[in-house]
């Protein structure tokens, strides 16, 4: 008697999420080979632990009576954000850009011919690295400015204490969306040079800009600008009377993330690799 056997043949949607998974597992092992990864993490982490142990052991104790009811423990702990920030868009830039530079981005849209399925993946793994590690990061820092902070020098510095646990998370999904928008502008300038330097004039051009226009502008634009409205995220207290709620922010924050990453996948298929 002849046994007849059957193959299940995968549907178009079971194919695709196989492909997907598979693209992700090859950029996730791309990514942890490349020894630039190592080093914007290790500066990130070194910045954010080393400003926080400088904050607390330095800058604290030397506030007067009405700076230490006026600051917000949690940014003052988390200052070495502005320098980590750097190093979480670079890596978002590197991620694309150095494949770009290198010419072995030929080869990755041979391998894998859906180039948004690609972004997609790339997109997905950074972002995940970057969460882990940005988050890990800024607990690290926080709890080593508590270690490094003199007895009875600040009060609300307790993780139950209003705003700061949601703060020092804050601080993770900044640098994060902060390496998707260096991400995205990675895709559309396929330029580490140019991506690097747009994105630090996203950052640091406009305040400077504020400071040229009348007063106005200051309050009525000033707290949309990518990093005002960013860094709300990880503030647990603010004193600010223009400064957007801590959600509102990152919300508007995450819109420049957007932008980038959209401009990115609409030019991807449009231009030669």
Not at 1 to 23: C, H, K, N, Q, Y
Not at 91 to 96: C, K, P, R, T, Y
Not at 157 to 170: I, Q, W
């Amino acid at each position: 008697m002849t046994v007849l056997s059957t193959t299940t043949i995968p549907s178009p949607a079971e194919r695709s999420r196989g492909e997907f998974t598979d693209v992700v597992c090859a950029e996730f092992a791309k990514l942890r080979t490349v020894r630039s990864t190592y080093w914007t993490l290790l500066i990130a982490f070194a910045s954010n632990i080393g400003f926080a142990a400088l904050a607390a052991a330095v800058i604290a104790p030397k506030l007067s009576t009405h700076d230490r009811a006026q600051v917000d423990v949690v940014q003052l702990a988390l200052a070495g954000i502005h320098l980590s920030q750097i190093a979480y868009g670079v890596l978002g830039a590197l991620i694309i850009t150095g494949e770009y530079g290198s010419g072995m981005i030929r080869t990755t849209f041979a391998v894998v011919p859906r180039r948004r399925t690609l972004l997609a993946a790339k997109a997905l793994v950074f972002a995940a690295v970057a969460l882990i590690t940005s988050t890990v990061s800024t607990l690290l820092a926080y709890l080593t400015f508590l270690a490094s902070l003199p007895a009875n020098t600040l009060s609300g510095t307790s993780f139950s204490s209003s705003g700061v646990l949601r703060a020092v998370l804050g601080g993770g999904l900044y640098l994060t969306v902060l390496g998707l928008i260096g991400f995205g502008l990675g895709v559309v300038l396929r330029s580490s040079a140019g991506a690097i330097a747009t994105l630090f004039g996203l950052l640091f051009v406009p305040p400077l800009l504020l400071d040229l226009l009348p007063g106005s502008w200051k309050t009525d634009v000033g707290p949309y600008i990518p990093m005002q409205a960013g860094e709300q995220i990880f503030v647990a207290v603010s004193h600010e009377a223009a400064a957007l709620a801590p959600w509102t922010g990152f919300a508007a924050f995450c819109l420049y993330a957007v932008a980038a990453l959209l401009g990115g996948f609409l030019l991807i298929n449009r231009r030669d690799a």
